[in-house]
């Protein structure tokens, strides 16, 4: 039996983050003929689960090989990361739950304090859980483009578009 492992991708900029890393190590393989290893084959599977991934966020299975290649290249790019939100959010790719209410998917993208304890209640399943699931991926993406200084307003309008969908 395999065991698998999980990694959540929060955004489509963090997926072709991992992707480009994966495909550069992926062609290191091609280049050192090394394409009939395991780990070339287990690296190619990620690369092809990345790639279908066509909505964010995204809980991705794979098996614990595939998931230390994953991992290496996750690694990789945290090293030579000059984002330090991006940062977290690729740590946060490897220590991957699946989120249960909306509380816990806006801490595990790397926004930050949601400042709402009700939100603790707000299943991710549910039409409203749905819909704030929505923003928050949103919004981890315009974080991850955005000028550091803004940060703090677009965390706090994130707060503000989710509170307006719960609350009313």
């Known amino acids: 039996m395999t065991t698998l492992n999980t990694i959540r991708i929060p955004t489509q900029h963090i ?17 050192d003929n090394l394409t009939k290893t395991p780990d070339f084959e287990d690296l190619s599977a990620v690369l ?13 299975q794979l098996s614990s090989a595939e998931y230390q290649q994953a991992k290496i290249s996750i690694e990789n790019i945290i090293e030579c990361c000059p984002n330090e939100n991006d940062e977290a959010v690729l740590r946060g790719v490897l220590n991957a739950k699946k989120p249960v209410s909306i509380w816990d998917a806006f801490v595990e993208v ?7 304890e009700t939100l603790r209640e707000l299943p991710i399943d549910s039409p409203c859980g749905a819909d704030c699931f929505k923003v928050i991926g949103y919004g981890a993406l315009l974080l991850s483009v955005c000028d550091p200084l803004a940060r703090p307003d677009i965390v706090k309008g994130i707060r503000r578009a989710i509170s307006i969908k719960w609350h009313g």
């Open 48 to 60: 092809d689960l990345l790639e279908k991934t066509e909505t964010f966020p995204a809980v991705i």
């Open 110 to 116: 790397g926004i930050g304090d949601p400042k709402d």
């Open 15 to 31: 997926a072709e983050t991992i992707t480009t890393e994966v495909d550069g190590r992926l062609q290191n393989f091609i280049d």
